[in-house]
T-cell receptor, first 111, second 112 residues
Framework: NAGVTQTPKFQVLKTGQSMTLQCAQD?????MSWYRQDPGMGLRLIHY???????DQGEVPNGYNVSRSTTEDFPLRLLSAAPSQTSVYFC??????????FGQGTRLTVV | GQQLNQSPQSMFIQEGEDVSMNCTSS?????WLWYKQDPGEGPVLLIA?????ELTSNGRLTAQFGITRKDSFLNISASIPSDVGIYFC????????????FGSGTQLTVLP
């Protein structure tokens, strides 16, 4: 009964380092997305995918890359981490009708 | 991007009281959803609304899709300590390929 699994749960990076946040879902949903959550700002969409091989930008895509080679996996890559990317990152998958199932989040600190 | 104005930002209520929060927008939404987030967890869907005027309940929670399609409210009746958390509204715009726009959240604290 895994749902959406994100790894790691916590990460500290130095400015300029790169890393990949992993996201996997076992519900066979076509639609997946990445959000960042900052205090007082709700969740903002970074990138999304409507199916394997198809990705698109959301509201705040700069500094992030995604790919979708399989239905199950949707990794988020930080190319060169900056302190402004300190945030909590959530991956979500959706069967449609606006419903989204979220992972537990990755808390990222960039120093 | 599109904005959802969610209010209030925070609420402190006594256990047993009723709670009301709402979201408004200048844009028309096809879908309104309400999520709850517990500390250290991801948001969990509470209620989904798909038609203007729709009123839907989930236990002690009741939500409505505004007639103008630009607003929604969530009511919680007879609050209990486990209602503590952050409540988010989210809307899906027409033709948005399932992207959701989120409000900034309402932090609810229930005092014993």
């Amino acid at each position: 009964n895994a749902g959406v699994t994100q790894t790691p749960k916590f990460q500290v990076l130095k400015t300029g380092q790169s890393m990949t946040l992993q996201c996997a879902q076992d519900m066979n949903h076509e639609y997946m997305s990445w959000y960042r959550q900052d205090p007082g700002m709700g969740l903002r969409l970074i990138h999304y995918s409507v199916g394997a091989g198809i990705t698109d930008q959301g509201e705040v895509p700069n500094g992030y890359n995604v790919s979708r080679s399989t239905t199950e996996d949707f990794p988020l890559r930080l190319l060169s981490a900056a302190p402004s990317q300190t945030s909590v990152y959530f991956c979500a998958s959706s069967p449609g009708l606006g419903k989204a199932f979220f992972g537990q989040g990755t808390r990222l600190t960039v120093v | 991007g599109q904005q959802l104005n969610q209010s209030p930002q925070s609420m402190f209520i006594q256990e047993g009281e009723d709670v009301s929060m709402n979201c408004t927008s200048s844009s028309i939404f096809n879908t309104w959803l309400w999520y709850k987030q517990d500390p250290g967890e991801g948001p969990v869907l509470l209620i989904a609304l798909y038609k203007a005027g729709e009123l839907t309940s989930n236990g002690r929670l009741t939500a409505q899709f505004g007639i103008t399609r630009k607003d929604s409210f969530l009511n919680i009746s007879a609050s209990i300590p486990s209602d503590v958390g952050i409540y988010f509204c989210a809307g899906q715009l027409s033709g948005s390929a399932r992207q959701l726009t989120f409000g900034s959240g309402t932090q609810l604290t229930v005092l014993p």
